[in-house]
């Protein structure tokens, strides 16, 4: 990387995350003003969209060729008051707390407490979330049996396709208005409120393109003042480009990617959307502006392999908004989530991998930075190339970028009844969500702790840990004569909380459609502009709402021990084993020895334990998969936890599997931590014993140690390993390649450790930033050492 | 029928061609003073050896069969390894046509002591032969590993006759196996050979030291000096010069 490159990278890992109250405080202003009641809700979103672009302080680097950050300086991270109100506690903790920590100044913290608390209290989504949803809701939700993603964050998970490559801004005002003309107030209904949305589409159209166009005076003014003349002329380029996208179509590898850096500061500021939305086949998207440029000799490789890393820096610029509470503990990150896709299949089923998709993967390897996140999609059209490239960032260490398949994600995607060229297309976003990029709405609607439920249901509906019955009275479990009757209880209470969380996610979708409609993010989802319907409330060609399970090596393990210890080898009965764990195996040792050492575990290729996994799969997908929601889509099950294991664990009492009280769950389909010991392939047939296509995602980890991968001839097994689990339909795989002992050292000296990127559990994390029980589950994780 | 094994390792990456599960015979007719799978011997039980057990032909095929897949993608298959496979030849042979019959590819890793009709038959049903080649000098061989090699290098010959695929592998002994006489020695012995697919060099690990004083075997050995990557690249270098591809590391 050349000197500028260093300079901005450099600039990005030394910039502190902030707070910015920017955003609120403009957003406040402008509700106050007396013109949102004049006029309909998207359209009210949409001016308020526009007075923040019109207001927003212009923020441009020394040296950058992508200009735009969301908040007045790198890392300024935005609040979202309209969505969640922080309090001055949460600040203060922000402030104070020693991971992922946003400083807060005094002057920052008046204004929360003067200006904003006073106004959005009561009005923000989640107040409104909190004031809807019923008791059970509130009991099962305190208990930790799921977490609600929507009350912090605004529904997000999509990914963009090629539309902005091809159409201006100003070309999507034409649909648009083409749309209204097309309304038929005669005959729909809903002609009015679709006029409403497509307006708020319009002005939202127009507040990206004059924010571009903010940047341009700006970038005119720096050039008239600066006095390198290579820089001037540099800023004066950019100011041409401002002007011309995102009003007209890209002309070039270089406005195609300043297009995309406006499309995603609109995103980013008009909601916090959750997680957040990325270019997604940037490899395919960018590829006509590369070969033309190259071709007309106005781009070099070396000028586009520049500008991909100015705008890696970019992303790097925009921590997450902080989240609060039993949010922040599921998911207490910097990272946004942003995967970047590459690989894969086009349209018509070929193989996508091109020149950029290599040079993207270098650009990765070289910055290594924390965002954006990526991934390989891997085919079996695609060449061995591409998972050899991948693997050789792998084993450096840094936990990018994971590897998907593609051909299982499309058979996921037909089979929610997505057309196979929407699904080829399409890949997977955040952690592991499979989606139709630029067509989908697809919200993780919360984590399910499907462990927890066994708790309550081994306790006849009370939650142990309140002494609260919370769930339904499903059978005292000293009466359970069979392992059926154990299944049947866990089936009912289940069932039960399932519909709890569903009964809360219809009220919830209903008040981000009504409250929070998202005009901006409507333009970029076919086929809201031609629906007229927002992305918020079903404009998206298809809506998918999904229920993530986590922990089900835990749960596994648990109906493992139970089936072989109590009803197989009758070793002890259920009311002695329940009697240990209420007393957290306290004078019970040897029993829970046995239960460690000597039971079938998940994750050995061991039929006893991986049945059980198959039963516990059944029992969700059944309970969930293909409930209608409210946006004319479908719920839907994936299985992955981010970090959300830790926290589901941390409710749970001590577990059959001889887990101790309070210690984390396993996570994503991963076997249970250190309990798989017939190494990787055991665990890959287990993981794949589950239907993954009839999921939305499904997570795996690995760990190897460094030297697996060290020899050329270990990496190309390390490539069949991929290939067969993938040929077995398995979603994902990541790997993590660090030894335990250089995480201890971390652990221990965390100032010598700051560079230090694992993988966490769908995207990567800097390991010192990590919470000290995140970090002893990651030593612990069983390596797979062999050399 | 029965069989005693030690220890069925899946992805096994070291013992042949693409992903592998290696099963562990028990039993060796050899006692080399660096012997780094004590628990191979049938001498040895207790803790070191507390994987050790009978298995019928049923419980060893269905363990193979279940990385089947992985197998095919990689061009892997079964590697017999103990101890030495060939001191239980019978269970061996109906292994290896188990496997023939199911199309899986087998790699027998033999240290060559062991009756030459066993090899003849064994030879029919095996893809691959990871053979041991220690030291020339037939003193030298009877004193490190308590017998001759005279029967070691028939073998070798016969199945090079026979037309066998061969791997050879040497381990390197600091200043037992790994001197320049000795490694010349090898050398010209497998260049009178057809069939020697490569060669494999080892190098030496400390494996065999630490399971010697953890479970307080005789040690005859003693603290041998380290092996530097110029002695181990130099050993290599031989090979090489006679056009043989070499692997360091299995």
Request: net charge negative; hydrophobic share 35%; with cysteine.
């Amino acid at each position: 990387m050349n000197e500028r490159i260093q300079k901005l990278r450099q600039q990005s890992l030394d910039a502190k995350p902030t707070i910015s109250l920017e955003r609120a405080r403009l957003l406040t202003e402008f509700y106050q003003s007396g013109q949102p009641e004049r006029v309909s809700i998207p359209v009210a979103r949409a001016m308020a969209l526009k007075y923040l672009l019109d207001h927003k302080e212009i923020c441009i680097n020394d040296g950058e060729l992508i200009v735009g950050e969301r908040g007045p300086a790198p890392k300024a991270t935005y609040t979202y008051p309209d969505i969640c109100t922080h309090t001055l506690k949460d600040f203060d903790i922000l402030n104070s707390r020693e991971k992922v920590s946003f400083a807060v100044d005094e002057k920052t913290r008046k204004q929360q407490q003067d200006e904003i608390i006073p106004f959005w209290s009561g009005r923000s989504v989640r107040d409104l979330i909190f004031q809807k949803v019923d008791r059970p809701w509130i009991d099962t939700y305190e208990a930790g049996i799921f977490t609600e993603f929507m009350e912090q964050r605004a529904p997000g998970h999509t990914v963009l396709d090629d539309k902005i490559y091809r159409k201006g801004f100003l070309d999507f005002q034409l649909q648009i208005e083409d749309s209204i003309k097309k309304l038929d107030f005669f005959a729909d209904p809903e002609a009015l409120a679709k006029r409403e949305q497509l307006t708020a589409m319009s002005i939202a159209a127009d507040a990206l393109i004059s924010y571009a166009e903010r940047h341009a005076e700006k970038l005119t003014e720096l050039a008239d003042s600066e006095t390198d003349s290579r820089r001037k002329r540099e800023l004066r380029e950019m100011a041409k480009i401002c002007r011309k996208v995102p009003a007209h179509a890209p002309g070039g590898f270089r406005e195609a990617l300043q297009y995309y850096w406006f499309v995603h500061l609109g995103v980013i500021t008009e909601l916090n959307t959750w997680d957040s939305f990325n270019p997604g086949r940037l490899d395919r998207h960018l590829l006509p502006f590369y070969r033309r440029d190259i071709e007309e000799g106005v781009l070099t490789e070396e000028r586009a392999r520049e500008l991909l890393q100015s705008f890696w820096v970019k992303f790097n610029n925009q921590p997450a908004p902080p989240k609060v509470g039993v949010t922040a503990q599921e998911s207490n990150t910097y990272t946004d989530f942003c995967l970047i896709n590459l690989g894969g299949v086009d349209e018509t089923g070929e193989s996508a991998d091109n020149e950029l998709t290599y040079m993207i993967l270098d650009v990765i390897e070289e910055m290594r930075l924390l965002q954006p996140s990526s991934m390989v999609q891997v085919s079996k059209k695609s060449p061995d190339r591409l998972i050899d490239r991948a693997l050789r960032i792998i084993k450096t260490g840094y936990g990018q970028p994971s590897l998907f398949n593609t051909d299982e994600m499309v058979q996921e995607m037909i089979r929610q009844g997505k057309s196979v060229q929407d699904a080829r297309n399409g890949g997977a976003s955040g952690c592991v969500e499979t989606g139709a990029f630029g067509k989908e709405s697809y919200i993780l609607t919360g984590y399910f702790n499907l462990t927890k439920v066994l708790e309550i249901t081994l306790n006849d509906g009370i939650d142990p840990r309140t002494g609260k019955q919370i769930g339904i009275q499903s059978g005292d479990p000293s009466r359970f004569e069979s392992f059926e009757d154990l299944m049947d209880a866990f089936r009912r209470q289940l069932r039960y909380f399932i519909d709890v969380k569903i009964k809360g996610n219809v009220i919830i979708e209903r008040l981000w459609a009504e409250h929070l409609p998202a005009p901006f993010m409507s333009i970029l989802i076919d086929d809201c502009i031609k629906s007229g319907k927002d992305y918020n409330d079903g404009g998206a060609r298809y809506n998918t709402s999904y229920v993530q399970g986590v922990g089900l090596g835990s749960i596994t393990d648990c109906l493992a021990a139970i089936k072989y210890q109590v009803f197989d080898k009758r070793n002890l009965t259920l009311p002695q084993l329940l009697d240990a764990m209420k007393a957290n195996f306290r004078d019970a040792a040897d029993l829970r020895a046995t239960l460690v050492e000597s039971t079938p575990k998940y994750g050995n290729d061991d039929d006893y334990a991986d049945d059980i996994t198959k039963q516990v799969f059944e029992i969700f997908f059944e309970t969930v998969d293909g409930r209608a929601n409210t946006k004319g889509g479908h719920f839907r099950i994936n299985l992955l936890p981010t970090t959300c294991h830790v926290y589901f664990g941390s409710v749970i009492g001590a577990m059959p599997d001889g887990r101790k009280k309070g210690e984390p769950l396993s996570e994503g389909i991963s076997p249970v931590q250190g309990s798989d010991r017939r190494g990787p392939t055991a665990v890959l047939k287990s993981a794949s014993k589950i239907d993954h296509i009839r999921t939305g995602g499904t997570l795996l980890n690995q760990k190897f140690s460094p030297q697996v991968l060290e020899s050329e001839d270990g990496l190309e097994k390390l490539r069949h390993l991929i290939r067969a689990y993938f040929t077995m339909d398995g979603h994902h795989i990541q790997f993590n390649v660090v030894t335990a002992e250089t995480l201890r050292k971390a652990q221990k000296n965390p100032e010598k450790y700051r560079d230090l990127i694992v993988r966490v559990a769908g995207y990567s994390d800097y390991f010192v930033d990590l919470g000290e029980d995140l970090q002893n589950e990651i030593i612990r994780r069983t390596e797979h050492g062999v050399a | 029928m029965n069989g005693i094994i030690f220890d069925i390792k899946r992805y096994a990456i070291h013992d042949g061609p693409g992903i592998r599960t290696t099963v562990f015979l028990k039993g060796c007719p050899m006692d080399c003073w660096w012997c780094h799978n004590p628990e191979a011997r049938d001498d040895i039980t207790g803790k070191l050896a507390e994987k050790t057990r009978t298995v019928s032909v049923a419980e060893v095929t269905r363990e193979i069969a279940r990385d089947r897949i992985f197998y095919d993608q990689s061009g892997g298959g079964v590697t017999f390894s103990g101890g030495e496979p060939l001191a239980q030849p019978d269970f061996l042979l109906v292994l290896l046509e188990f496997c023939r019959g199911q199309g899986i590819h087998t790699a027998v890793d033999t240290c060559g002591y062991a009756p030459t009709e066993d090899f003849e038959r064994v030879s029919e049903l095996t893809d691959l032969f990871l053979y041991d080649l220690k030291i020339m000098d037939n003193e030298q061989h009877t004193k490190y590993t308590g017998v001759s090699n005279e029967l070691i290098l028939d073998n070798l010959r016969l199945l090079s006759q026979k037309g066998s695929k061969l791997q050879l592998r040497v381990p390197l002994i600091p200043g037992i196996t790994d001197t320049d006489e000795n490694l010349e020695a090898v050398a010209d012995f497998l260049s009178r050979l057809r069939g020697v697919d490569g060669v494999s060099i080892l190098p030496y690990n400390r494996f065999g030291e630490d399971k010697r004083t953890r479970f307080k075997l005789e040690d005859r050995l003693g603290r041998l000096p380290d092996q530097s990557r110029a002695d181990i690249e130099s050993a290599a270098a031989k090979f090489r010069l006679r056009g043989y591809e070499v692997k360091i590391g299995g």
